[in-house]
């Protein structure tokens, strides 16, 4: 009908289209040979062949490369065949698209690309290409013949050959030691692996990640040299001397501005309010912009740059920081962070582990870690993206594995309280509290920023209330917390059709407004255990204020749906003209065995099924 | 008289609106009043503001080549910390074009002193997008909440002919747009402004002198200057297909050159001529003359046997996508035959080319239908132009001399049942020498869904029953492409279910699969009602257009554009259990706009034993004034209301 029908549409084919089970592509051959020379130079050769099986898989067809000023594509060629051996398509090395585009940022180098939308299944595609680092290098390329679901592994190799001199690291996952052979050949040592048959891993909801389940063999070297710079990286604490040594020098700051930050500190009482004060100039006075040049992105910008343009990405922002709260005797540390990965691997320092850079700052009291990209977020704020991950602290002793703090069971408060004064004619007005803090902070920080215009814009979409009248917002920081950040959101509004009338009686929906709720997708023969992150509590109290003269006929039974993953308590009761709904629900955080997501669904769908039921009250 | 009116009003009322900020047209002096203002009246939620725009596009040679030269001149005030993403710039250029005069400045008020930054060189960037563009990138230094920034650019092309298409409007409000275009008399361009909000205009004649080569070259030429003040933010929504097409706009098209010196030459201003160009080029005449790459799979097929235009033509187009793929995108120009057979994909231009020839060959009398797509915007009224078209679809005619249409893009669809986007108002159906015509696709954009279900309730508030519903139109597309979009279909009917509040048991979709003009879903439901041991509260209203008003904002100031023209009629037959009673039937509810453009009715009536729903939701046209919103918003509220349409049944 309408596009934006249409478009909800096309959102759920996106995630039907990933959650459909089976295998869409299959690597049948695929062989990576690396030649390391030196400390500068490797030379790598992959051939690979897939199977694509339909249109899910599809994507496999392409093939994108990024140059830079260390790596080069030498060669490349890929065939396209059907199914009965005939040749579709030809590419080589010239024949690839390119582009130095990136739509976010601003970085070295160039990606040669190739597209190619299959006209018929199944299709095989053989792509070979070769390139090479000149320039250094950090490691090795990663044997990963799978990198997405529904991709079976027949037949994958990798050879690793290094010169004697040279020490080697490496980190495997999910394959079995039998795999895995090495030899010394003259001057030259060898790693081979040789992988058969990796059966190809479906999505599933609340599973591992892929990343967990596929096979992934990381080589690199132990001592490096990259773009001028050399270093060791046994360990984190030897990449943290590497990171400190690309850091030295680059936190310098006028004489001038110096004096002002000191000024503006003079009068704070404790070493936070210093930060504060500090962390509040930089929002005012700087923004994020990535600009990702340098060395391979490793290099902040220098303090007094950024100070200079106002703007700057994670590495440059956090480098000001650390320099503004020096000059005013404060020392802070560079922490590198992965954004995406909770944790690092502790026996395996590498840089593609990590993505992020914040900053640590110990305190007497406590240690801050604030996240300079965002100074939206309240001092120190432990955001989701951060919270309970590992870093590495750099200091001048090196790299220091740690792992950040997150807020406690008893600090994530998730309540809400509405009050519903129904009026006869079904409409009514609505006094709704809400109470958020710890993690759950985070989801509703925007109402704290965003006027009322816009907060009732957004209300309206969140609840559905598309003809709501508000007649009261607020926001407000919680005061009385000072160390988990905690927001009070309440508003009034007035609605219509909150019941439906028929007659003398009037049907009043368990739940009018919204209250949280889980939506699981059906997944049939689930192969991997359930995995919940972390403990989600949440309490929502309904008062029902019945119009005057109206008693309720019929109302759903209390019930208390239970699985060892999850309880839901739903209570009604009802008392003075009030019908009062409790809704709470406490979900652990843990490993599950996989037969259990049948339970839950169960679960899932009765309470949405109790929630979905309605309240008849009838006039006296 | 009426229109003369409204542009007094208008005028008035901006000039009472223009008090509140004034315009100041100089750039590298902020005014006290630019740099204080912390929210702009007109629109207090906008996190910035154009202050000022001038565009200007010249003429100059460069040793003896003539090159046209724009001037871009920006002044932005940042309101907010999420209105300093505005100052990161993007221009994009061809590659032979010279861009340089980048310079950007931003003032600040700190202590009451007013710092300006300049920015330096380092912030700069140069990518190269593609074979043909590159993107200049910068990225405005200290700015914050409370900056007034200021950025120049300027772009020497040789591509004299061509003059962009300029927006005066953007997602942010504009307090002052300028427009100013000076032509030698060598060039005739043709210009056009639209939008919901007036220009000021100027059109006067002048003289320019260009230097080249030591000499002095001399011409008159014409000068054109448009003004846009407090123009509001435009921001794009699920409910129009192209915003550009209500953007204040000023487009100038190229009809003819004359430099002395050399020859005349005519550009495409008449649409004979824009047919011609069409057929002359390599790429779209002479892709009709090839000739038909499946002439042995047609044979083998027995297309030629099929009778019936209709019939054999949804045969070819069915053969062409089992042997070519579309690959999702739209095209005016087409690769050759050979290559795409080859690659086995192309778009719709590749493909369609392909089918041309294909139906000539079964003997079907098949022509292009150029058009631009509704995504792509309207095209202009005033001016003839090829660059706004940027499709065709494939017209044959049929024994009635009336045209059915066909593209390859549309496999869901059938005859005359394509991707709603196609469905433009007007396409122009090519024809050898001066036989070309207008036509009008949203003819054919229509759909009709039709339901009918039969049910039974028990005593415990069970309703078990059987929904057959029968999609023609356009809504055959819409279905099977969102039934095969989901691609495993449990998945789509584990949704269906979800949506409309019923358990499913069985499912049926027939005609799925391939070419048809119709849909049939056939579902066993069971839907679970509340029951006390002496009543029964039933909700009978089954398949609702919708149970949640899409439409949520208050005012609107776009236009609301349907996909097609819809009917959907459900009857909802329920057989009550015995020794039940229904306490009061709800009267008959009609809701539709003042025009009765948009209806929606519902009837609930006892025939014995048995409830009977009657509802029909008619969407009678595509398009809608802003002033129709309230109408629509309250139909849809009563759609929605009425979705949860309550009965009580007590026992007897």
């Known amino acids: 009908m309408m596009k934006r029908i249409l478009l909800v549409v096309s959102i759920w084919y996106t995630m039907s289209a990933c959650f459909a089970a089976g295998t869409d592509v299959i690597v049948q051959h695929m062989q990576t040979d690396v030649m390391c020379f030196n400390l500068d130079k490797y030379n790598c050769k992959v051939s690979r062949t897939v199977t694509i099986l339909n249109e899910k898989g599809r994507k496999a067809a392409n093939f994108a490369f990024s140059t830079d000023r260390t790596r080069k594509l030498t060669a490349c060629n890929i065939l396209i065949t059907d199914a009965n051996g005939t040749t579709l398509k030809k590419v080589k090395r010239n024949d690839l698209q390119s582009t130095q585009y990136n739509p976010n940022m601003v970085a070295d180098g160039a990606t040669y690309f190739f597209t190619y939308l299959p006209p018929t299944y199944p299709i095989n595609v053989q792509i070979e290409y070769e390139y090479t680092y000149s320039n250094g290098f950090l490691s090795f390329p990663t044997f990963s013949p799978a990198t997405e679901y529904n991709t079976e592994i027949k037949h994958a190799t990798y050879t690793l050959q290094v010169p004697n001199d040279i020490e080697v690291r490496s980190k495997m996952f999910n394959i079995p030691d039998n795999c895995i052979t090495t030899q010394v050949n003259g001057n030259k040592k060898q790693w081979d692996i040789v992988l058969d048959d990796f059966p190809a891993q479906q999505y599933e909801p609340l599973a591992p990640t892929l990343t967990q389940r596929l096979p992934t063999a990381h080589f690199a070297p132990v001592k490096f040299q990259f773009l001028g710079t050399s270093g060791n990286m046994a360990t984190w604490n030897d990449f943290g001397h590497w990171q400190y040594a690309l850091m030295q020098g680059r936190d310098e700051l006028d004489g001038n501005f110096k004096n002002s930050l000191r000024m503006m500190t003079d009068t704070c009482k404790t070493q936070k309010d210093k930060v504060r004060t500090l962390y509040n100039f930089l929002r005012q006075t700087t923004r994020y912009n990535s600009i990702q040049l340098g060395i391979g992105g490793w290099q902040p910008a220098t303090a007094s740059d950024v100070h200079r343009l106002g703007m700057g990405d994670c590495k440059g922002l956090t480098n000001y920081m650390k320099a503004m709260l020096k000059a005013v005797g404060i020392e802070a540390q560079y922490t590198v962070i992965s954004t995406t990965y909770k944790h690092l691997f502790a026996d395996y320092a590498g840089l593609t582990q990590t993505n992020h850079v914040i900053l640590q700052v110990p305190l007497p009291q406590d240690t801050l870690w604030i996240e300079c990209t965002n100074p939206t977020l309240p001092l120190g704020y432990l955001h989701e993206d951060i919270a309970g991950h590992d870093a590495i602290v750099i200091t001048k002793y090196g790299g220091k594995l740690i792992t950040l703090p997150e807020y406690g069971d008893d600090e994530n408060a998730w309540s809400t309280t509405s009050d519903i004064y129904l009026k006869e004619n079904g409409d009514a007005r609505i006094v709704w509290q809400g109470y958020f803090s710890g993690q759950h902070y985070e989801q509703w920080q925007w109402t704290e920023l965003n006027d009322n215009e816009k907060n009732a814009e957004q209300l309206r979409d969140i609840f559905r209330l598309p003809n709501a009248k508000f007649i009261n917002i607020n926001a407000q920081q919680d005061e009385t917390q000072q160390q988990i950040p905690a927001v009070h959101f309440t508003f009034e509004v007035e609605c219509r059709n909150i019941a439906t009338l028929t007659g003398q009686r009037m049907f009043v929906p368990v739940s009018p407004i919204y209250t949280p709720s889980n939506s699981l997708t059906e997944s049939e023969r689930r192969k991997n255990n359930i995995i919940i992150d972390e403990n989600f509590s949440s309490t929502a109290i309904t008062n029902i204020h019945l119009p005057q003269g109206f008693i309720v006929e019929s109302m759903p039974q209390s019930t208390i749906e239970s699985s060892e993953i999850t309880d839901s308590n739903l209570t009604i009761s009802t008392a003075n003209s009030i019908v009062t709904i409790k809704e709470e629900s406490m979900t652990r955080k843990g490993e599950y065995d996989k037969d259990l997501y049948t339970t839950l669904l169960t679960q899932n769908s009765k309470v949405t099924k109790w929630k979905k039921q309605k309240i008849v009250i009838k006039q006296q | ?652």
């Open chain 2, 1 to 652: 008289m009426k229109t003369i009116f409204t542009t007094l009003l208008l005028i008035l009322s901006m000039t009472v609106c223009a008090q509140e900020i004034s315009v100041n047209t100089k750039f590298g002096k902020p005014t006290d009043e630019e740099l204080n203002l912390t929210s702009y009246t007109q629109e207090t939620n906008a996190p910035a503001v154009i202050l000022c725009r001038m565009t200007d596009i010249g003429y100059d040679m460069f040793n003896g080549n003539i090159k046209i030269v724009t001037n871009e001149k920006v002044k932005i005030k940042i309101l907010t910390d999420e209105g300093k993403e505005y100052v990161d710039i993007k221009v994009p250029y061809r590659k032979t074009d010279i861009i340089g005069n980048v310079k950007a400045t931003t003032y600040n008020m700190e202590g009451g002193k007013l710092v300006k930054t300049k920015m330096p060189n380092e912030l700069l960037f140069r990518e190269q997008v593609d074979n043909d563009f590159m993107m200049l990138k910068f990225s405005i230094p200290q700015v914050k909440a409370g900056s007034v920034v200021e950025y120049q650019y300027r772009i020497e092309s040789e591509y004299y002919g061509s003059i962009a298409t300029w927006y005066a409007q953007t997602d942010i409000p504009v307090l002052y747009a300028q427009y100013d275009v000076s032509i030698p008399e060598w060039f005739k361009f043709k210009s056009e402004e639209s939008g919901t909000h007036s220009f000021e205009k100027k059109v006067s004649s002048t003289s320019m002198t260009f230097h080249t080569k030591g000499t002095e070259v001399n011409v008159s030429g014409m000068e054109y200057h448009f003004v846009g003040r407090n123009l509001p933010s435009l921001k794009d929504d699920d409910f129009v297909w192209s915003v550009h097409d209500y953007c204040n706009k000023v487009t100038f098209e190229l009809g003819g050159i004359f430099i002395p010196g050399s020859t005349y030459k005519n550009f495409t201003q008449t649409w004979q001529g824009i047919d011609q160009t069409l057929w002359d080029n390599e790429d779209f005449g002479g892709r009709l003359l090839q000739s038909n790459p499946f002439k042995e799979e047609m044979a083998q097929a027995g297309i030629a046997a099929i009778s019936g235009k209709k019939v054999k033509a949804r045969a070819i187009l069915q053969l062409l996508l089992q042997k070519v793929k579309w690959n999702g995108k739209y095209a005016l120009w087409g690769k050759d035959a050979k290559t795409i057979v080859k690659e086995g994909s192309g778009n719709n231009a590749d493909l369609n080319f392909i089918l041309i020839a294909m139906m000539k060959d079964a003997g079907l009398q098949a022509t292009p239908v150029v058009m631009s797509t509704r995504t792509n915007g309207r095209i202009p009224l005033t001016h003839p132009s090829l660059r706004f078209m940027n499709t065709f679809i494939v017209g044959v005619a049929d024994d009635n001399d009336e045209m059915f249409f066909l593209d390859a893009s549309a496999n869901y669809g059938d005859i005359n049942i394509l991707p709603s986007n196609l469905l433009v108002e007007k396409a122009r159906v090519l024809r050898k020498g001066t036989g070309s015509t207008w036509t009008d696709i949203q003819r054919i954009a229509e759909g009709k869904t039709e339901t009918q279900i039969s049910a039974t309730l028990n005593a415990d508030g069970l309703l078990t029953g059987k929904a057959t519903s029968i999609y023609t139109g356009q809504n055959v597309f819409t279905k099977r492409r969102a039934y095969k979009a989901a691609d495993d279909s449990a998945t789509y009917v584990k949704k269906y279910a979800d949506n409309n509040d019923i358990d499913i048991t069985d499912y049926q979709l027939e005609g799925a699969e391939g070419l048809s003009d119709k849909a049939t879903q056939t579902i066993t439901f069971t839907h679970q009602n509340n029951a006390t041991s002496d009543m029964i509260y039933l909700n009978p209203i089954l398949f609702s257009p919708f149970k949640e008003n899409p439409l949520k904002t208050d005012k609107r100031e776009l236009p609301i554009e349907f996909s097609y023209r819809d009917i959907t009629t459900t009857t909802i037959r329920i057989q009550l259990p015995d020794n039940y009673e229904i306490e009061s039937l709800p009267a008959a509810t009609h809701a539709a706009d003042s025009e009765g453009k948009l209806i929606y009715d519902l009837a609930l009536r006892q025939e014995g034993k048995t409830l009977v729903v009657d509802q029909t939701f008619n969407v009678k046209q595509m398009f809608f004034q802003p002033t129709a919103y309230q109408d629509i918003k309250k139909t849809f509220d009563t759609i929605a209301e009425k979705s949860q349409t309550m009965i009580v049944l007590k026992k007897k």
